[in-house]
């Protein structure tokens, strides 16, 4: 079945520590995204990709870095320079960013980050 | 910057009530308003609009967008236990704004 897995499902880290987050995907998806889940805050975008080896900075991007070497992979890292890291962390794709294949998007699991 | 605001955050209704959830929305370029469901983790979607009044439905669930007044309602008919999750509302602009912009969702409940 063609989705989106994410891991780890938990994740605990001490302050100061980097942490990857994997997001993979099997639906030959082009546009990729992570998006972070506070409570009362709804989704909030990190980062974005519409294309292997290109990615925009979203709304939150501060202390966060990904990469796009593969169309299937959308790894996020969240680094020792994120104020508040502790929350929840959804990846989505879609078709593409462009035309009406964009507007749905499937997600993930997610991850929860609990920073000690 | 885009804006969506969704009402009320939480509700608490007994199973077979009907309800309705609002959302509210300032967007550069509108282009699409999306309803997702999230019940435990991932997000699944129900509705996508486009055009003012016309109702989208599936089952007990109906939505309808007025453009004019920028927001959309998400209505439930006779509610089950299954219904309870959060409700994310979701806007989509176009020519440079493509982004997806969240509201930060209504917990519903639905008692037994």
């Known amino acids: 079945d063609g989705g989106i897995t994410q891991s780890p499902k938990y994740l605990f880290r001490k302050e100061g520590q980097n942490v990857t987050l994997s997001c993979e995907q099997n639906?030959?998806?082009?546009?990729m995204y992570w998006y972070r889940q506070d409570p009362g805050q709804g989704l909030r975008l990190i980062y974005y990709?519409?294309?292997?080896?290109d990615f925009q900075k979203g709304d939150i991007a501060e202390g966060y870095s990904v990469s796009r070497e593969k169309k299937e992979s959308f790894p996020l890292t969240v680094t020792s320079a994120q104020k508040n890291p502790t929350a929840f962390y959804l990846c989505?794709?879609?078709?593409?960013?462009w035309g009406s294949g964009a507007n749905v998007l499937t997600f993930g699991a997610g991850s929860r980050l609990t920073v000690l | 910057e885009d804006k969506v605001v969704q009402s009320p955050l939480s509700l608490v209704v007994h199973e077979g009530d009907t309800v309705t959830l609002n959302c509210s929305y300032e967007?550069?370029?509108?282009?699409?308003l999306l309803w997702y469901k999230q019940e435990k983790k991932a997000p699944t979607f129900l509705f996508m609009l486009t055009s003012s009044g016309i109702e989208k439905k599936s089952g007990r669930l109906s939505s309808i967008l007025d453009k004019k007044e920028l927001f959309s309602i998400l209505n439930i008919t006779a509610t089950q236990t299954g219904d309870s999750a959060i409700y994310l509302c979701a806007v989509r602009g176009s020519f440079g704004n493509e982004k997806l912009t969240f509201g930060t969702g209504t917990r519903l409940t639905i008692i037994p």
């Open positions: 967007v550069t370029n509108f282009r699409s």
């Open positions: 639906l030959n998806h082009d546009a």
């Open positions: 990709s519409q294309i292997v080896n």
């Open positions: 989505a794709s879609s078709i593409g960013i």
